[in-house]
């Protein structure tokens, strides 16, 4: 199962981004999906997901800086960043599993991940 991410780049402080994660062997309705974020010298950190049975879940750090939502028709699945700041600057990953279900925070769960992109946020 492959998921491709897309949309990141550089970006001025103050705009707004949507990453895009394709998945063609990866349906996202009724299978659970997750945004993570690893920064430069950081740790990986999870910003938002979908669960199995299609609710949202944002991080308490990330509430109301960032929508997460899906176009199942298109298998698709996307993050808008609202307000970039220098220290949204990180690779984001997309990731999701088949046999989850519900959500989980914890990334180890999680079975299928891309290869990243790529988010640089200019001051």
């Known amino acids: 199962v492959q998921l491709v991410e897309s949309g990141g780049g550089l970006v001025q402080t103050g705009e707004s981004l949507t990453l895009s994660c394709t998945a063609p062997?990866?349906?996202?309705?009724?299978?659970?999906m997750i945004w993570v974020r690893q920064a430069p010298g950081k740790q990986r950190e999870a910003v938002a997901g979908?669960?199995?049975?299609?609710?949202?879940h944002v991080a308490t750090s990330m509430k109301g800086g960032v929508t997460i939502s899906s176009d199942n028709a298109k298998n698709t699945a996307y993050l808008q960043i609202h307000n970039v700041k220098p220290e949204d600057t990180a690779v984001y990953y997309c990731?999701?599993?088949?046999?989850?279900?519900?959500?989980?925070?914890?990334?180890?769960?999680?079975?299928?991940w891309g290869q990243g992109t790529q988010v640089t946020v200019s001051s």
């Open positions: 979908i669960g199995s049975d299609g609710s949202s």
């Open positions: 062997e990866f349906a996202f309705d009724g299978n659970a």
């Open positions: 990731a999701g599993d088949k046999e989850m279900r519900g959500f989980s925070w914890y990334l180890g769960a999680w079975t299928y």
